[in-house]
């Protein structure tokens, strides 16, 4: 099946640094590839989605110029955490759809997920 | 935006007994709907999806319905086991547009 990875799986911060969280798909490409926050014990909150070599599109109530996407190629999209703050601690998970060997899912394959705190 | 409600948001259940976690969605122009299972600190697996033009879908133990009349949808595990214990995430999805909108998600706890 498709594998999708991410790095860091986890990371710490002080706050006001930035913190960069990548997204790979490694045995398909990504056509499309979604950025989830999710806090503990609750649902995947879509922050946005992305389409190789275009502007993401955010979802209403998220800064786009505090979560910059960049999906730069069919295999990598990165979550860059502007101006960190404690508040921004959470557990951001990316997914990937896209092709492979002709085919197009409607599946997303989700990456392991990076821990973001602040202190 | 589309709108996704789950309940319950948690429920212990017998093993060997049956589980059934309710969804129901807001935009009639959704028309796939996956289910996904995610253990504790554990990215979200599919276990069972459904497209808007089937009733039900079965795997096994796994089984699914929509009433797209109603705009809601069901999953059901039938002879549940302790390895079934995660939480059960719904979503809908415009298979166009692509993006998932998902429930808040069930605990699903079963007893040995």
């Known amino acids: 099946g498709a594998v999708v990875s991410q790095h860091p799986s986890w990371v710490i911060c002080k706050s006001g640094t930035s913190v960069k969280i990548e997204c790979r798909s490694l045995?398909?490409?990504?056509?499309?590839m979604f950025w989830y926050r999710q806090f503990p014990k609750q649902s995947l909150m879509l922050m946005a989605t992305?389409?190789?070599?275009?502007?993401?599109?955010?979802e209403q109530g998220v800064e786009k110029d505090k979560f910059l996407i960049n999906h730069a190629s069919l295999t990598l999209s990165t979550l860059t955490v502007t101006s960190a703050h404690p508040e921004d601690s959470s557990f951001y998970i990316c997914s990937a759809r896209g092709n492979q060997a002709g085919g197009t899912y409607n599946e997303q394959f989700f990456g392991p997920g990076t821990r973001l705190t602040v202190l | 935006g589309e709108n996704v409600e789950q309940h319950p948001s948690t429920l212990s259940v017998q093993e060997g007994d049956s589980a059934v976690i309710k969804c129901t969605y807001s935009d009639s122009a959704s028309n796939y709907f996956p289910w996904y299972k995610q253990e504790l600190g554990k990215r979200p697996q599919l276990i069972i999806d459904i497209r808007s033009n089937v009733g039900e879908k079965k795997d096994q133990r796994i089984a699914v319905t929509l009433n797209k009349t109603a705009k809601h949808f069901s999953l059901h595990i039938t002879e549940t086991q302790p390895e079934d214990s995660a939480v059960y995430f719904c979503a809908a999805s415009i298979v166009v547009g692509n993006q998932f909108y998902f429930g808040t998600g069930t605990s699903l706890t079963v007893i040995p």
């Open positions: 992305s389409n190789e070599g275009s502007k993401a599109t955010y």
């Open positions: 045995d398909f490409q990504a056509t499309t």
